[in-house]
């Protein structure tokens, strides 16, 4: 197994350091794990051209880890310039528990904050031999899901809202019975992984599964670029609008001096040349012009949002993750 | 030492005794009782209620067991492991004895990671345990094996030292008085070496009870089954339920707690009839 993947999975992550001997300026991004590859590319970017318009040199560091355990890092004092994390209820924590960025920080960019988007799709086996072509492929007696544990995970609550929302929608938005579909897929999963790279290492290395739900740039990553003859993506007819959300840490920039810095580095993302390589890494663009030059990386389908799947993020935690929730309700004790 | 003892080579007791106090407050009290001023925020009832949920008793039930397996385990081959190193020489020898020490040094994730691609059904032990119908990773047994290894080192480090003490000539007294090599094992061996073997299986039970690392990766964490107590804290924490984490961790805290105090009481009364026999 390659080294990299060991460590990401061990959830490691570069340590934070803003010491600046050569009048170098050091930002923190605190992000999730599969943004790892698509700002090691926005960072050497957008370093560049910071240098060219300010002639200063800055270097960005990166700390990757399950969001929630990034955000949690953060409230305890990870001095981050800027969080880029999978859930917009890991900033709204930044809030409540640290007041370390403003109640309203999704309004300060456009698109609520989120650059790019995502979406969940499917991963199968080359050639597909359980023939999965969708939703009610899941929970097929003969099928095994691999998706990481929504309690400990921030992907995997897309993954499960992806097929909350799907299920709502298609049982004519009974609650009881998109529970029943859950419960169904969820015993077809036999494991649940911490995080979203532990459950695609258990797909990919251990070959536990027949189908895998994953982040569509993590999707590709694994068939066009790591295993390309070995699984291949299949896209759902329906999923869920996953909106990664970046915020300037106020606190910690205004204690260090950096805001110009890491809001420029934010207003960045948003540029054409940000957009592009968000793009070149399976992040779907907001801007319409790079999505339309990319369109054959992002295959079509219904994306629904949030809000119609579950709310908003305080709702969907209440309902579906909190103690006692839908989550909860699944893996009850039955009598069985 | 005692106090009495004549020969003081760091300063005098009071300063080294408060010094301790110091020191163990700091590192080990403080952190403790700030965990222990956490869980105020909830009422009794809320307490209650969080560490009883059929979750968390699972969870105790899996964490407890599972450790109790491993540790009792580890003091069979670590008696075995120690037994080899003290009592023969062979080629090759060095080598085990820094093997032993390897789960010390070794992140445990990555043993857990290494674990589970060996014991899952495509790996080199799990494709032909799985021929017999036996799986292990992603159950209950997995957990246990893992907890095994990361608690091997404390059983043959406390054990060694103890049986190389012990001359050979106590076996051979033994056996001219007619003594089967069981016996003597029984009845000359054991008792000598029962409170060090209590020592490590303390030690390893206790640091199972604790282990995250290793165990996430091969248990596969299904509610209910193969949930370790840690990884339950995890969760907690993971919903910023900071109060929640530290009820379950004051649970766990509590119990190892009173499980060591119980322990040592046992190794020292057993200590004692040890010198107590005549002859010893």
Redesign the interface.
Not at chain 1, 190 to 194: A, E, F, Q, R, T
Not at chain 1, 205 to 208: A, F, M, S, T, V
């Given at each position: 197994?390659p080294l990299a993947l060991?460590l990401s999975?061990?959830?490691c992550s570069r340590a934070s350091g803003e010491a600046s001997s050569d009048g170098a300026l050091t930002l923190l991004n605190v992000s999730y794990d599969p943004t790892r590859g698509l700002y090691e590319d926005l960072n050497a970017a957008f370093a560049k051209r910071w240098a060219d318009t300010h002639g200063q040199r800055v270097s960005i560091q990166q700390s990757h880890g399950?969001s929630?355990?990034q955000a949690?890092s953060v409230i305890e004092g990870l001095r981050a310039d800027v969080v880029t994390l999978a859930l917009a209820y890991d900033v709204d924590?930044l809030h409540?528990?640290a007041r370390l960025v403003p109640a309203d920080w999704q309004a300060r960019l456009p698109h609520d904050s989120a650059p790019y988007t995502s979406t969940i799709v499917f991963v199968v086996r080359q050639g597909n031999p359980k023939a999965i072509r969708d939703w009610d492929d899941l929970v097929r007696e003969d099928v095994t899901v691999i998706t990481p544990?929504p309690?400990?995970?921030g992907g995997a609550r897309w993954n499960y809202l992806a097929a909350w929302g799907q299920a709502l929608r298609r049982e004519g938005g009974s609650e009881a019975r998109a529970q029943a579909y859950m419960e169904k897929l969820f015993r077809n999963v036999?494991?649940?992984?911490?995080g979203a790279r532990?459950a695609t290492?258990t797909f990919a290395?251990?070959?536990?599964g027949d189908v895998l739900l994953a982040w569509e740039n993590e999707a590709f990553l694994l068939t066009r670029e790591v295993e390309e003859a070995r699984f291949e993506v299949v896209m759902p007819s329906v999923s869920i609008l996953a909106e990664p959300p970046v915020a300037v840490v106020d606190h910690n920039v205004d204690r260090k001096g950096t805001r110009a810095a890491a809001e420029a580095y934010l207003a960045y993302l948003y540029s054409e040349e940000g957009q592009e390589i968000a793009a070149r890494h399976h992040f779907r663009p907001r801007s319409e012009t790079v999505a339309a030059k990319h369109a054959a990386r992002f295959p079509a389908l219904k994306r629904l949002t949030l809000a119609e799947v579950a709310g908003d993020w305080r709702r969907a935690?209440a309902t579906h993750?909190?103690?006692g929730g839908v989550f909860?309700r699944i893996?009850?004790?039955r009598a069985d | 030492m005692s106090r009495s003892s004549r020969h003081r080579v760091l300063p005098g007791f009071r300063l080294s005794l408060g010094f301790s106090w110091f020191s163990l407050g700091l590192i080990v009290l403080i952190p403790l009782t700030s965990l222990f001023l956490r869980t105020f925020s909830l009422s009794w009832e809320e307490f209650w209620g969080t560490v009883t949920t059929p979750r968390a008793l699972a969870a105790y039930r899996l964490s407890f067991g599972a450790s109790l397996a491993a540790a009792l385990a580890n003091v069979v081959f670590g008696l075995l492991v120690a037994w080899v190193l003290v009592r023969y020489r062979f080629p090759g020898r060095d080598v085990l004895e820094s093997l032993v020490d390897l789960p010390f040094a070794l992140p445990t994730a990555v043993a857990g990671l290494t674990l589970t691609t060996l014991f899952s059904a495509k790996g080199w032990y799990g494709q032909h345990l799985e021929a017999l119908g036996i799986k292990v990773a992603y159950t209950s047994v997995g957990v246990a094996i893992a907890l095994t290894f990361i608690g091997l080192p404390f059983v043959v480090r406390t054990v060694q030292p103890v049986l190389e003490e012990i001359d050979v000539d106590v076996e051979e007294a033994a056996a001219t008085l007619g003594a089967s090599p069981w016996q003597t094992f029984r009845r000359v061996l054991l008792p000598a070496l029962f409170p060090a073997l209590l020592s490590g299986f303390t030690l390893a039970f206790a640091r199972a009870l604790g282990e995250y690392g290793s165990v996430v990766f091969i248990s596969g964490n299904m509610p209910l089954r193969t949930e370790i107590v840690p990884l339950l804290i995890i969760t907690r924490l993971e919903q910023y339920d900071y109060a929640g984490a530290t009820a379950i961790a004051i649970v766990m805290l509590g119990s190892s707690f009173s499980l060591l105090l119980a322990v040592n009481l046992l190794h020292r009364w057993s200590q004692r009839r040890l010198e107590a026999r005549p002859g010893a």
């Open positions: 197994m060991l999975v061990a959830g399950g929630g355990k949690r924590m409540e528990k544990n309690k400990t995970s036999p494991v649940l992984d911490s532990g290492t290395e251990r070959g536990l935690q993750f909190a103690d909860d893996y009850a004790p | -």
